[in-house]
């Protein structure tokens, strides 16, 4: 299936010809979104594809839709726990008080949201702030050093802002996970938000069989089946259109489609508290790469490392924007480019100095005797 929703999916996913971003920023707007599609196109396929949506234990067909459209309830406390397999909480369920749950209707649309929010801040810094800086900085193949540096120099005045927004976008990349948990916190019912960590505290301290058996008050219901049960209780008043209810029946329905979407909310929330936590890591290295000059001076030197670029760095003077500029630059440039860039920038299109080439020439020979002896080790 080469489209969907008149979209060709491998543009999702194809690579920039230019490095606009990072693996962090790769995380977010193209593995979080293929991890939140592959979701929404199995939930989709289950809700709407799938015409065993919902089985009640009844022969009519209508009071099966109806249960589906109009939502399903606790089963009742009153109901032997021997019968059930997967319920929600029965202690919530009473007369009065029976939480109908209709949301499984719009999870795969709640999932098609946040498809779309994850990947606004990449949109933003493509088409808002970054704007083809990058293209223009390294050109063709042909480009050479010194073009480079010339253009380098026209932009870095724009360097600052370029920096200041990417940590923007990252940090809008952090909103965006917290926006998502939010929505379907909400949509849940409230209990989104401590799911992964419920069921991990419940799967900790769960009885054995015998305690189970001895201390059955003690028992506790899974968060997967409070949240996503497989067995509910769908109540359905049927009676003339002039007239009240005159005949109130309550069936038990199984929605086999909440096994799927137990595991996958589970691994959902795993995720994103991953990729929220490495996100504020990313973003704490970022204010460091702002602030500190010599940790961005560090930083860059580590992009021309794989080069064997090691030069004496302390003639290379710049504000740390201008380092993080040279750094997008450094992974979109052959070695030999970058070389060119670096000696414009030290040398001012001067030849280096017999020292200094001594010990350009001595640390590169030094890396590669060092790969070299690393390869025989093996």
Not at 66 to 73: A, F, R, S
Not at 249 to 256: A, G, K, P, Q
Not at 307 to 314: K, N
Request: glycine share 8%; proline share 3%.
């Amino acid at each position: 299936m080469d489209k969907f929703g008149g979209l060709e999916l491998k543009k999702l996913f194809r690579r920039d010809e230019v490095h606009l971003d990072n693996w962090l920023f790769k995380l977010h707007h193209q593995v979080n979104f293929f991890v939140i599609l592959v979701g929404f196109l199995f939930i989709f396929g289950e809700n709407y594809l799938n015409g065993k949506a919902i089985v009640c234990v009844t022969e009519q067909a209508y009071a099966n839709q109806y249960c589906w459209l109009h939502g399903t309830g606790h089963l009742s406390a009153n109901f032997g726990k021997e019968f059930t397999k997967c319920t929600m909480d029965q202690k919530e369920a009473t007369e009065k008080n029976d939480r109908e749950t209709h949301y499984y209707l719009w999870l795969p649309f709640i999932l098609l949201l946040c498809m779309g929010l994850v990947k606004i801040p990449r949109v933003i810094w493509k088409t808002l702030c970054e704007r083809g800086i990058m293209a223009s900085l390294v050109g063709d193949e042909a480009q050479t050093g010194e073009k480079i540096v010339a253009r380098f120099k026209k932009l870095k005045r724009r360097s600052v802002p370029y920096h200041v927004y990417f940590a923007v976008c990252e940090l809008l990349n952090i909103v965006i996970i917290l926006l998502c948990f939010q929505i379907l916190d909400s949509l849940l019912n409230g209990k989104f938000w401590m799911y992964g960590a419920n069921v991990s505290n419940y799967y900790k301290d769960k009885l054995t069989p015998e305690d189970q058996n001895n201390n059955s008050g003690l028992e506790k219901t899974n968060p997967m089946c409070n949240l996503f049960p497989t067995e509910v209780a769908c109540n359905l008043c049927t009676g003339s259109i002039g007239g009240g209810c005159n005949d109130k029946s309550s069936f038990l329905c199984i929605l086999s489609n909440n096994l799927f979407n137990q595991y996958f909310f589970l691994i959902l929330w795993f995720w994103w508290v991953f990729l929220l936590f490495i996100s504020i890591l990313g973003l704490l290295y970022r204010a460091a790469q702002m602030s500190i000059p010599s940790f961005s001076k560090a930083v860059f030197q580590t992009y021309i490392t794989p080069y064997g670029l090691e030069y004496p760095m302390s003639k290379l003077v710049l504000r740390p924007t201008d380092y993080f500029l040279l750094g997008r630059l450094a992974i979109n440039v052959k070695g030999s480019t970058m070389e060119a860039v670096l000696n414009e920038l030290m040398y001012k299109g001067k030849k280096p100095s017999k020292e200094e080439e001594t010990i350009r020439v001595t640390i590169s020979n030094g890396q590669s005797s060092g790969e070299e002896q690393s390869s025989g080790e093996e």
